[in-house]
């Protein structure tokens, strides 16, 4: 019996639970930074203060981050039509792979130029996914080639425990699964492609995962 592809969200339905995943992400960074503000007001002894000082910084780091990178994956980034350039994705995804703290690094080889908003969206968004690929850490190989106008993308999973990204694989294969705040990053990314004009895959090379994105 073939798989049915699930029903889609409502727009207001699929709104709701991008803003559900976004909160999501940022809960615990903007919870850690009040917590430090706490112990600065509150706390006399010098190390305390430094070591909450520490964790400000590097929370408020990993929210800005986090940010960053929903405006571009998510929001609009500019009016119908924009074209982002591609060494602003690179800035944006090397501050998410970031804040993975050292387990995952991102090799990007690509040429700089102006790509098309939903295409860009399409690839932060399978780079999101990337990262659930090597949940014990790993290299991220992400590569760009075809024209500016026509790209392709292929994105290399390196690393040990490497596994076809959750949710997405799903989607991809046309099995349904219910939407929630973990699952609508995969089902946008899922959607997103047609809209620009490409076509997915999740593929096995030995033992890398190997997501691509090809034009239609």
């Known amino acids: 019996m073939s798989q049915r592809a699930p029903v889609p969200p409502t727009d207001l339905e699929l709104a709701a639970l991008i803003s559900s995943r976004i909160c999501h992400d940022i809960i615990n960074p903007v919870g850690a930074i009040f917590n430090g503000l ?17 964790v400000i910084r590097n929370v408020t780091e990993q929210a800005s981050a986090r940010l960053e990178f929903a405006r571009f994956a998510f929001g609009a980034a500019g009016s119908a ?14 501050g998410f792979v970031k804040i993975t703290q050292g ?10 130029g102006f790509v098309a908003k939903d295409k860009v969206k399409l690839l932060l968004n399978l780079i999101a996914s990337s990262v659930t690929a ?48 973990m699952s609508i990053q995969a089902y946008y990314t899922w959607r997103i492609a ?9 593929l096995k090379d030995g033992a890398d995962i190997l997501l691509v994105a090809k034009p239609e």
């Open 81 to 94: 039509g924009a074209m982002i350039d591609l060494t602003t994705a690179e800035k944006i995804s090397r």
């Open 38 to 54: 706490e112990i600065l007001d509150e706390d006399d002894d010098a190390q305390a203060k430094s070591y909450a000082l520490n």
């Open 134 to 181: 090597l949940p014990r850490g790993g290299e991220i190989d992400v590569a760009i080639a075809g024209s500016f106008e026509q790209p392709s993308f292929l994105i290399r999973c390196k690393g040990t425990g490497a596994r076809p990204p959750q949710y997405l694989t799903d989607f991809v294969a046309g099995n349904p699964l219910a939407l929630d705040a």
């Open 194 to 202: 047609p809209t620009a004009g490409m076509r997915l895959e999740i």
């Open 103 to 112: 387990k995952h690094k991102l090799i990007w080889r690509g040429a700089p």
